[in-house]
Structure formats: structure tokens, C-alpha cells
């Protein structure tokens, strides 16, 4: 079993960035693919990107691609977002899951969640 526990939320005005860390318990990170999804208000979570074991496959949703970056250091147990040129669409709660698996933009193959961090993006 491993708990997940995001950082790094808070408001930001558009185009700015933010930096959101997910911090693994209980199990090393390296044995998880690991995600980052987001859901607003009123939608379903959806994917945002993911980063297999080893950091050698990297996927993006169309709508982040070119502005955030996923990264992992395994010896610290922690995942990463890197959020530039932030938008007001971009406004959600963001949460980090690893998949036990490989990685995958599926919210169902993912095995374990944190409990969100709020994003929120002003005009």
C-alpha cells in the first residue's frame, strides 16, 4: 500500500506558474507508474499527464502539452508537476495516483490517490 499526498496548490493569476509535489508513503515510488488528473467543478477527473517507472514514457493531455512538465525522483519518493502559463480552464482540484502496473491516462488503472490539491487560475 502507499499514500500519496499533493502540495503545491494555492491561486495564481493567468499565465503564471505553479510547481505541485507528490509525496509517496508506505511503498518506494519506483515500483508505480504515477499520474496527474484534475477535476473541476461540475466535470469528471481527467487526465493531465503520467510518467512510467523509469521516467523513459511521458504522456500529455492536448490541452497541457507544452505548458506542464511531469517529472519523478525516485530517491526522494516524490512526483512532480510543473505548471507554466497557467489559464483560468486550468482551475481544479489536481491529484497525483500511482498505477501498480505500468502507467496509463485511465483514471480506472490507477490503484491509489491523494487527497487533491486546489488549483485555482484568475483571469
Known amino acids: 500500500q502507499v499514500q500519496l499526498v499533493e502540495s503545491g496548490g494555492g491561486l495564481v493569476q493567468a499565465g503564471g506558474s505553479l510547481r505541485l509535489s507528490c509525496a509517496a508513503s508506505?511503498?518506494?515510488?519506483?515500483?508505480?507508474?504515477m499520474g496527474w488528473f484534475r477535476q473541476a467543478p461540475g466535470k469528471e477527473r481527467e487526465f493531465v499527464a503520467a510518467?512510467?517507472?523509469?521516467?523513459?514514457?511521458?504522456s500529455y493531455a492536448d490541452s497541457v502539452k507544452g505548458r506542464f512538465t511531469i517529472s519523478r525522483d525516485n530517491s526522494k519518493n516524490t512526483v512532480y508537476l510543473q505548471m507554466n502559463s497557467l489559464k483560468p480552464e486550468d482551475t481544479a482540484v489536481y491529484y497525483c495516483?500511482?498505477?501498480?502496473?505500468?502507467?496509463?491516462?485511465?483514471?480506472?488503472?490507477?490503484?491509489?490517490w491523494g487527497q487533491g490539491t486546489q488549483v485555482t487560475v484568475s483571469p
Open positions: 508506505g511503498r518506494t515510488l519506483s515500483t508505480y507508474g
Open positions: 510518467i512510467s517507472r523509469g521516467s523513459g514514457y511521458i
Open positions: 495516483a500511482a498505477d501498480f502496473g505500468t502507467y496509463s491516462v485511465s483514471v480506472s488503472a490507477y490503484d491509489y
